[in-house]
């Protein structure tokens, strides 16, 4: 059945959005149907939040939480190691890679993990993480189950590159692949731009909605009848990372936590990446807007600066403590994105600079959740190289050099 055309432009008008009818006299017959089944999803009551940006994500107290350091992690490292390949080889493991995303710093309209990184062969994102993933499997002597997000945008293309690079050797029995939700995408003013005559502009709802998105796909059935405890989740554009690293999986275990985060010591205090502390008492994580002179300035007891140690994205969640939180608010993040559109003559408009607002919920709000947290730290030259940029900072430039240095042949 769905919405009615009445019934859409009463919502509409209560958020005021009534432009996106604008071409719906010039519409066939299923695209009307497909447009108002669109409006009816859409969820328009977050979109005003877009003018009270600054009030959304309110801190609390901050205060420093120490990181396990490298030292600690050497010492210990034949105990965590040992305790990780048990609870991997009992299948309590598995992987959840974020793949959602649009990738729009890297300007690729193809999903990121198709990026070719290689340049005497060919070597994908995709590859590179599937290789180091494999070093476990091998180490272990087991699969791993491996759980995909992507999004309405990204997952046909991202399905069939990888089975026809026949998962890069991994066992498709073990991938499995869900989509996460899109949330709709607005210009300054909170006003949802049309990408397409019939088409709202949307954008992946975040990568926060991961562990719901994993329950509405069914695949927590499968998570929960394999007896899976634990889950790595990690993005898709670093390419050194290692995933379901044992001797991780063993310190977050024998610590006790309800999640493990991979971090590295920051380069500068100033460093763009978001830093691990306490708030209120409980685990969170500071974005580095957020991060005030003062703290940046913090010491802790040995003189070392009290918040160093920046979040890489890869995060060891204890399944059942996350069931808990489910009911709970995210917080919501309003970001400047670019965003296509059409134009007054509704001719499409891909922009160069950022035009309006995507909405987000984002998985480190999920560590403010949960009671305990073991910052875990990772040699940033030897686990820590994002390709978010084509040059630069954290770009395929830095991260080729890196996997260069790593011994990789590219
Ligand atoms: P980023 O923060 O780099 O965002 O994602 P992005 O959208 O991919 O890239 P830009 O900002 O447009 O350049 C960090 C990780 O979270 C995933 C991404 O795929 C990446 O692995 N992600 C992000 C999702 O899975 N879903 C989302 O909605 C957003």
Known sequence: MGMTLEQAKEKLAKYGQEQVLKYYEELGEEQRRALLDQIEATDMSILEKCRHREELVKKGVITPLAAMELSEIRENFDSFTATGLEAIRAGKVGAVLLAGGMGTRLGSDAPKGMYN???????????????????????????????????????????SFLREHAFFGYNGEYVHFFKQEMAAATDYEGKIYLEEKGKLSTSPNGNGGWFISLQKSGLLELVKSQGIQWLNVFAVDNVLQRIADPCFVGATIQKGCAVGAKVVRKNAPDEKVGVICLEDGRPSIVEYYDLTKELMETRDEKGDPAYNFGVILNYLFREEDLEHMMASNMPLHVVEKKIPYLDQDGNLVKPDAPNGYKFENLVLDMIHQLDSCLPFEVERSREFAPIKNKTGIDSVESAKALLQKNGVIL
């Open 117 to 159: 990184v290689g340049i005497t062969r060919e070597l994908y994102i995709f590859q590179c993480l599937i290789n180091n993933l494999m070093d476990v499997v091998k180490q272990a002597g087991c699969w791993i189950h491996l759980f995909v997000m992507t999004s309405d945008k990204n997952r046909e293309a991202t399905e």
